[in-house]
């Protein structure tokens, strides 16, 4: 599983509707808002690397209201969670 951590500019006055239509883009499995210089961080985990264009560029940036992103990739994973397992089962 590769983990993108999206860092996201949004218009502000469209906030909740924005956040909304990018946590239904399959790929993203949670989107917060955050204080600070950013306005949502959204986590995308797919399963190939042609996946995160195909969620991020193709999806996600389309979605009226985001202005601008930065997108990390996570390297390790230093948790206890098994994310692959669950996600294998459903849950």
Known sequence: MITAIVFIQADVSHLSETAEQIA???GVSEVYSVTGDLDLVAMVRVR???DIA???ADQLNKVEGVLATQTQIAFQTFSQHDLEDAF????
């Open 24 to 26: 239904a883009i399959p």
């Open 48 to 50: 190939e690397h042609d």
């Open 54 to 56: 195909r969620v991020i």
């Open 88 to 91: 294998s089962i459903g849950l």
